[in-house]
């Protein structure tokens, strides 16, 4: 990849990232590789969802997206170029098991080995998501994450994977964003499988967090050292203090509680009282769902401004949220309409490391979209860049204040399948045009080389 532009930052006034800080980028399975029915995938419930009519803009699907299960020695080349010390992807479950159970997929096994393969020959260290969304559609007609089965499903798949990588992959995450599977995919209904059952949908959370703790015990016995969970947090910005206690549990503490403290939040569970007797969390869940931990991944991308409002319905999104109002902030905004609010993630990272203390931090996932335009074979994403630098600002000045923050993996190295977004919504820091697959580094990568490069900024 040719340097179309270097960033020289200049010595003087660097901000220095603590030595050993890893610096890299996050993809996922369904939203970078295609592919779709190769080698014997099996369909998900996203490839369900993209096809239901209405659900994802212009009925866009993940059948070729990047094409990265055919173009992936070029991606860990981009990695290379851009000197990325480590890769976080996730694994797609109906590749492994088109079923969702019973024996592996050879042929999916296959393109894991490789992917792994090539990155170490890259010298970049593999971080794997388990699950990022793309549950086995078999499974889904078995109720999906309502039935307390798919938990243990997920624990035999995991082994099935570290049995295959664990000679290679050191840091495993179970899954990505609990809070969006359970309550984008079975409350609201704007993700995949598309249920509109707030009343299922907090046993659809117990069961992904059991799930979790299954599949700990699980990589844990098989010999895993560095497991994890990526958790999307979002610190809650309000001046009703109550308003923001409700938000900031049903988002916030639902999941951090019992994977690091061993319970559910009382004021959550009396909440969530109106759409569930909680009947599904049996004897000993808990102390499954919380199995130590090695690190927690946290996909930060903005706080929610929150207000009491009587009278006001519960968000969708959030199924006990009545009088709590979601008025928005006043701040530049994103693509996405996302708010810029950089000094969210010191905030949300001090949190963390002072009401959940011991468990190591790793910033799995932070990025913009922004509508990027290929002018001369370059993109000129000053609005990401920026988004970036603030973002590594508030992330430095959290490890200033004594935060236990491993590392930074920006989203997302490539374009990509945005979910009900589809492809109009571009986050990465590597333009894909979706006619010809080709890449292109924005300026947003070339400034990202020189940040990890100078491991500051
Ligand atoms: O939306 C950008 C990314 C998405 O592409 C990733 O797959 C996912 O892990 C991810 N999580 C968030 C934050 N949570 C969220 C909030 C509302 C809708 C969807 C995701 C953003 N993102």
């Known amino acids: 990849m040719s340097a179309q532009k270097s960033y020289n930052l200049q010595d003087s006034g660097v901000l220095r990232f603590p030595e050993g800080f890893v610096w890299g980028a996050a993809t996922a399975a369904y939203q970078i590789e295609g592919a779709a029915r190769d080698d014997g995938r099996g369909p998900s419930i996203w490839d369900t969802f993209s096809r239901t009519p209405g659900k994802v803009h212009a009925g866009h699907t993940g059948d070729v997206a990047c094409d990265h299960y055919h173009r992936y020695p070029e991606d860990v080349r981009i990695m290379g170029d851009l000197g990325l010390h480590a890769y976080r992807f996730s694994i797609s479950w109906p590749r492994i098991q088109p079923d969702g159970a019973g024996p592996a997929n ?58 295959r990588l664990g000679d290679r992959v050191e840091t495993w995450t179970t899954l990505n964003e609990p809070w969006c599977s359970a309550f984008l995919g079975y409350a609201s209904g704007i993700h995949a499988p598309g249920r509109t059952e707030p009343e299922v949908s907090f046993a659809a959370a117990h069961h992904l967090l059991l799930g979790h703790g299954l599949a700990v015990q699980a ?33 916030n503490r639902i999941f951090l509680d019992p994977v690091l403290r061993g319970e559910y939040p009382a004021d959550v569970v009396e909440r969530a009282g109106r759409f569930t007797d909680w009947s599904f969390v049996k004897d000993g869940d808990l102390e499954i769902i919380s199995q130590p931990i090695d690190l927690l991944g946290v996909n930060y991308y903005n706080p929610q401004t929150v207000t009491g409002r009587a009278g006001e319905p519960a968000n969708p999104v959030y199924p006990g949220s009545e009088g709590v109002a979601f008025p928005g902030a006043d701040a530049p905004k994103t693509a996405m309409g996302w708010p810029v609010q950089p000094f969210g993630l010191t905030d949300l990272l001090v949190r963390l490391s002072h009401d959940y203390p011991g468990t190591p931090l790793i910033i799995t996932e932070n990025g913009a979209a922004f509508d990027d335009v290929v002018e001369d074979g370059q993109v000129h994403d000053v609005g990401r860049l920026s988004y970036l630098d603030g973002h590594l600002r508030a992330a430095h000045a959290a490890i200033e204040a004594g935060v236990d923050l491993r590392g930074y993996l920006v989203w997302s190295l490539l374009d990509n399948f945005e979910w009900a977004e589809g492809y109009r919504k571009r986050f990465g820091v590597v333009h894909v045009d979706y006619n010809t697959q080709r890449r292109t580094p924005k300026d947003s990568a070339l400034w990202y080389r020189e940040v990890v490069r100078r491991n500051g900024l």
């Open 219 to 251: 990589l844990r016995a098989a010999g895993a050292s560095q497991i994890g969970i990526t958790l999307n947090l979002a610190p809650v910005l309000s001046d009703d203090a109550e308003a923001a206690s409700i938000v900031d549990g049903l988002q």
């Open 106 to 163: 050879p042929r999916g096994l296959d393109f894991y080995d490789r992917l792994v393969d090539e990155l170490q020959g890259g010298g970049i260290t593999p971080i794997v998501t388990l699950y990022h969304w793309d549950l086995p559609q078999t499974l889904e007609d078995r109720g999906g994450w309502t039935n307390r089965e798919t938990a243990e499903r997920f624990a035999e798949y995991a082994a099935i994977m570290y049995s």
